[in-house]
C-alpha cells in the first residue's frame, strides 16, 4: 500500500481516511481512538488484543524498546530500504506488494488487531482483508492504508499503555499531541533534534504541504510518520509501515545538531516536506550503546 507514504494518491488516501475517522466516538482530535490522562500508562487497559507484557507494562516504557520493534518488524519484511523520491517510485504490480504476499498480509493484520480497540471494524483488516474477511482488490489499498496502525502497534508493544493515542491516522496522534495528556510533543523541525524513537511526519492539505503553524488541524490529512531508529552526524535512519507496501527504512539528511531544518526553517530532506518532530516522552530516554541498534545499509 503506497498511500500511506506517496504523495502520489493523496485524494484517494483523504476519502479512506476520512471514512474510517468516523468509527471513533467523537474523540478529542480527529482519529484517536482512545484518550486517558498521561501518567496513568501503567495500569492495565481493558483490551483483550493486547499481550499482558505489553498492557502492565513487565518493562517501562522505553525508547530502546520501541527502536527494537521497529527494526524487529523491518527485518521481517526483508529489511527494504528506498530512498528515492516519491516520484521516482514506479506503481508496484499486485504481486508485487509484500503486504499481500503470504505470512505478511497476516503480520499487517495483527498491526491492526493490536493497535486498534475491540469492536471496532479496522481491527479486523489485514493486508488484503476487509473488516468482513474478504480480499480487496490491490487497487483499493489506499482505502486501507496501514502506517498509522504499524505506529500505533509499535508504541502498544513498547508499553506505552493510555499514554500514547492510538490513531487509524497519523492526523490523531500528531494532532493529540498539542492537546496535552499523552506522552507526546509537537516540535518545530527547526527546533528539536529527533532522537531513536521519536516521529518524525509529513502531510499534505489541498495538495499543499502542511507546515506546523497549521496544527492543529480540524480534520485528518494524507500524510505520514516513521519512527527514528538511529541519528548519526548528518543523517537520520527511520522506519515506517506501509512504505512500498512493506515496512522499510530510509534515510533522512539533518543539520549538523541533527535537525530536519535549519534556522530560517528550510527542511534539507528535498523529497519529504517534514513539517512536526512528535517528541516521545519514554520513561526510559537513554539508548544505551549496548542496546544501540545495528548499523543501518547504505541507502
Known sequence: MRSGVRMLRPVILALGLLAVAGCAAKPAHPGVIARAPYGQGRASIPDDHVPAFAQVPYEPFARQEAVAIALREWRLFGQPVDDRAPQDVPPPLPDQKPERWPGLWERVGEYWWTAMWPGMKEARWT???????????????????????????????????????YSINHAGYINAALQGGYALRDRRPADYAPKPGDLICWGMRHNVPLTFNDLPTDRPFPGHCDIVVAARPGQLSVVGGNVDDAVTMKHIPTTAEGRLADASGTVLDTRYAWFVVVQVLYDVNALPDSDAPPAAPAS
Open 127 to 165: 493486508g488484503k482483508h476487509n473488516a468482513e474477511g474478504e480480499v480487496f482488490p490491490a487497487s483499493e489499498d489506499g482505502n486501507y492504508a496501514w502506517s498509522a496502525a504499524f505506529i500505533s502497534y509499535v508504541m502498544r508493544i513498547a508499553g506505552a499503555g493510555a499514554r500514547f493515542p
